[in-house]
């Protein structure tokens, strides 16, 4: 059975530093990797989607890749700003029937 | 831009009442799926379907069920509403498995459920 990590569950940043969030998961047969982004009460925003092919993708500030062999995944988020505070989630899909299995999430504050 | 949407962002339910929970999507999605959200156990599925009347079972569908008519409709059923199905719940779509996209999942607002 699939199990997804995020560690470190909560973290805090002065605003302009590089965020560095990491996700581990257990089996390496996966279809694709999900980065989302939950604000409080909200529901989820999909940032990133890397197909299990792929090393790395990109959008804007955000950068996310994938090494299936060990596991992980890692998003990166240059020069963070306040309005990036939020809980970002990675889920792994399987590949049957693309379910998603969710990691527990991180918590970030950028501090002004 | 893909929209899913649920019926109500707030909803408040007494013990034993039968409540339904609705989710539409406006892409022609064929896959959808109903999650729950609670603190310490994360997202959890509950049902997903992958066509008009077809349903596959998640990891926690007890207390549940599901029914999809049309295919931008996506309905969760609580039978007979008990306390501990207080929850934020999360609808979410995306296209069919194998498609030339990217099977990517989007999600909805959300429902926070208290039931009394």
């Known amino acids: 059975k699939q199990e997804v990590t995020q560690i470190p569950a909560a973290l805090s940043v002065p605003e302009g530093e590089n965020l560095v969030l990491n996700c581990s998961f257990t089996?390496?047969?996966?279809?694709?990797l999900q980065w989302f982004r939950q604000d409080p009460g909200k529901g989820l925003t999909s940032l990133l989607l890397i197909q299990s092919s792929q090393r790395e993708q990109t959008s804007g500030r955000l950068n996310a890749s994938l090494d299936k062999s060990s596991g992980r995944s890692t998003l990166y988020i240059a020069a963070s700003q306040p309005g990036d505070s939020a809980t970002y989630l990675c889920a792994v899909g399987s590949a049957a029937g693309n379910k998603l299995t969710f990691g527990g999430g991180t918590r970030v504050l950028v501090k002004p | 831009d893909v929209k899913v949407t649920q019926s109500s962002r707030y909803l408040v339910k007494r013990t034993g009442e039968k409540v339904f929970l609705e989710c539409v999507q406006d892409m022609d999605h064929e896959n959808m799926f109903w999650y729950r959200q609670d603190p310490g156990l994360g997202l959890r599925l509950i049902y997903f379907?992958?066509?008009?009347?077809?349903?596959e079972k998640g990891d926690i569908p007890e207390g549940y069920s599901v029914s999809r008519e049309k295919k931008e409709r996506f309905s969760l059923i609580l039978e007979s509403a008990s306390t501990n199905q207080t929850s934020m719940y999360l609808c979410a779509s995306s296209l069919s498995f194998g498609a030339a996209s990217y099977n990517e999942q989007f999600f909805g607002p959300g429902t926070r459920l208290t039931v009394l």
């Open positions: 089996d390496s047969a996966i279809y694709n």
């Open positions: 379907s992958y066509d008009v009347k077809m349903k």
